[in-house]
């Protein structure tokens, strides 16, 4: 697996920082228009694909539990569709193996950090800690423990310094922008899922899943159209379950204020080869539907100017 450094982009308003142990390698890129051509923002925690020699090296079987743990070219597909769009566009490059932006900073499985966690008291694994999949994931399921050794306190605070606060800060910054623009604004956290089921049948499994946190984290008008949207796309869709959304949505949507957020999750058969390794045939096709239902998202928000409006 080697490092890669992502492709140069023209960005207005950019706010990088390095991924830890990748000299010039950017954690994640914030690309911006002025003035912006429509309220969305794309983000992309999961696409990264910047592994530092010293992080490959301490994973017991990094291949494996590096495609696992990606949201494989996501994103290549976020990309398509802001190009198509002119949506705004952020995307991380460090790895997930890292760390996940997609959790709380505190949601820590101590027991991989040397000395445990901090005094004066042990603080409770959350949620996804408990599973092995926290803030840097532990184990796989059918692949075990994903590291050979702890990781040292220094090593995890650099990581939060260098990536996970500035990432959440620019994703902050830009929905920010867009809402004093627009008066609203709407974060779509692009995701991609394994097949949750066999893909024909009458119980076929679904092509997406949009997750709004049971109805927390936006206007349900936009879930709505957003199911209207895929299933007259002819894709299979389900909202909330399994997948309703993270920390992403739970930190930033604050549909009072005009700020939504919906997490959309792919099925990587749409997208990859039949091994879900590379970009398949079609991608092409899932950027297309995915640039429409942005389209169609940010018609319904500019018609409006902001969902809020009537609740204030």
């Known amino acids: 697996m080697a490092n890669q450094k992502p492709p140069g982009r023209e960005s207005n308003s950019t706010r990088e920082r390095e991924v830890p142990g990748v000299v010039g390698a950017p954690a994640f890129s914030l690309s911006v228009l002025d003035p912006a051509p429509l309220p969305i923002l ?59 932006l997609n959790r709380a900073p505190d949601d820590v499985d101590w027991d991989m950090v040397a000395g445990g966690a901090p005094e004066p008291r042990r603080l409770a694994l959350g949620r996804r800690a408990r599973s092995g999949l926290g803030l840097v994931p532990r184990r796989l399921p059918g692949l075990g423990e994903v590291w050979r050794r702890r990781m040292t306190p220094d090593d995890l605070a650099d990581r939060l310094a260098r990536v996970h606060v500035p990432y959440h800060a620019a994703l902050a910054s830009g929905l920010e922008t867009l809402r004093d623009q627009w008066g609203t604004a709407l974060l779509i956290d692009l995701h991609s899922m394994p097949p949750l089921g066999p893909k024909r049948g009458a119980d076929a499994a679904p092509d997406f899943v949009i997750g709004d946190r049971f109805g927390a984290s936006c206007d349900p008008s936009l879930s709505a159209t957003a199911f209207d949207h895929f299933t007259q796309a002819g894709s299979r869709v389900v909202q909330n379950r399994p997948y309703a959304g993270g920390y992403v949505l739970d930190r930033h949507a604050a ?14 058969t749409c997208y990859l080869d039949e091994r879900m390794q590379e970009l398949g045939p079609g991608l092409a096709y899932i950027a297309r539907i995915l640039a429409g239902l942005v389209k169609r998202l940010a018609e319904e928000l500019a018609a409006g100017r902001s969902l809020a409006q009537a609740a204030e």
Do not use: K
Not at 54 to 79: C, I, K
């Open 42 to 100: 794309i983000a992309v925690p999961h696409g990264g694909r910047v592994y530092p020699e010293a992080l490959v090296a301490s994973m017991r079987n990094p291949a494996a539990a590096s495609l696992r743990l990606e949201d494989r070219f996501t994103d290549l597909v976020g990309e398509t569709v802001a190009r198509a769009t002119g949506a705004a566009l952020l995307v991380a490059h460090a790895p997930r193996a890292m760390i996940d």
């Open 255 to 268: 549909p009072a204020r005009g700020v939504h957020a919906l997490q959309i999750e792919i099925c990587r």
